[in-house]
């Protein structure tokens, strides 16, 4: 059972460069959602969705779009990368929102912009 | 809009000893959550905390949860080195967003 895989595991962009952070899980999880961790401050929600269709924003969204065409796939997009997008970003999965369940974390994409 | 505060940020204990982690929160909750991380790696879940007076234990990790102070605490008892690591406390914000706190890093030494 992969649970939550995450791609890639290290990314060096150029300012204003673009790219997708994939995240995919295998458990049939409704409650996906985008993390971000910078040194100091714990993690940060950047955007979630309840379901296939269903996104809305974190705490810090802005500079990132996130869809959900299926269940298995919550893609994070960087439109134009920024020095202060330098992160270790995780993706997380749970079942049936948070009413009960703990949340299961990728591995974490560690993203350099220079 | 919801803060989560831990402390101490740091601690350095020695193998053996007794310890407590806090984690406050400032406005009303139900659930708390533990994590645990390791340098270079992701965030393993230890506890789920779903109601006032909820206590866990794994091992020689107990969490509890007080919902009428804002409080979690996590207690070490007879520390280990294989327990050196970080670990994060987490509150459901509401509209499921979960706010984690700053983390405590953990070192145990022999």
């Known amino acids: 059972n992969a649970g939550v895989t995450q791609t890639p595991k290290f990314q060096v962009l150029k300012t204003g460069q673009s790219m997708t952070l994939q995240c995919a899980q295998d458990?049939?999880?409704?409650?996906m959602s985008w993390y971000r961790q910078d040194p100091g401050m714990g993690l940060r929600l950047i955007h979630y969705?309840?379901?296939?269709?269903?996104?809305d924003q974190g705490e810090v969204p802005n500079g990132y779009n996130v869809s959900r065409s299926t269940t298995e796939d919550f893609p994070l997009r960087l439109l134009s990368a920024a020095p202060s997008q330098t992160s270790v970003y995780f993706c997380a999965s749970s079942d049936r929102g948070l009413t009960n369940e703990k949340l299961f974390f990728g591995s974490g994409t560690q993203l350099s912009v220079l | 809009e919801l803060k989560v505060e831990q402390n101490p940020l740091f601690l350095s204990m020695q193998e053996g000893k007794n310890y407590t982690i806090y984690c406050n929160y400032s406005?009303?909750?139900?659930?708390l959550y533990w994590y645990r991380q390791d340098p270079g790696k992701s965030l393993e879940s230890l506890f789920v905390l779903l109601s006032n007076g909820a206590v866990k234990q794994e091992g020689r990790l107990m969490a509890s949860l007080d919902t009428k102070a804002r409080l979690s605490t996590l207690h070490i008892t007879a520390a280990v080195h294989d327990l050196s690591a970080t670990y994060f406390c987490?509150?459901?914000?509401?509209?499921?967003?979960?706010?984690f706190g700053q983390g405590t890093r953990l070192t145990i030494n022999p």
């Open positions: 458990m049939n999880h409704e409650y």
């Open positions: 969705s309840v379901g296939a269709g269903i996104t």
């Open positions: 987490a509150v459901d914000g509401g509209a499921q967003k979960l706010v």
């Open positions: 406005t009303t909750s139900d659930r």
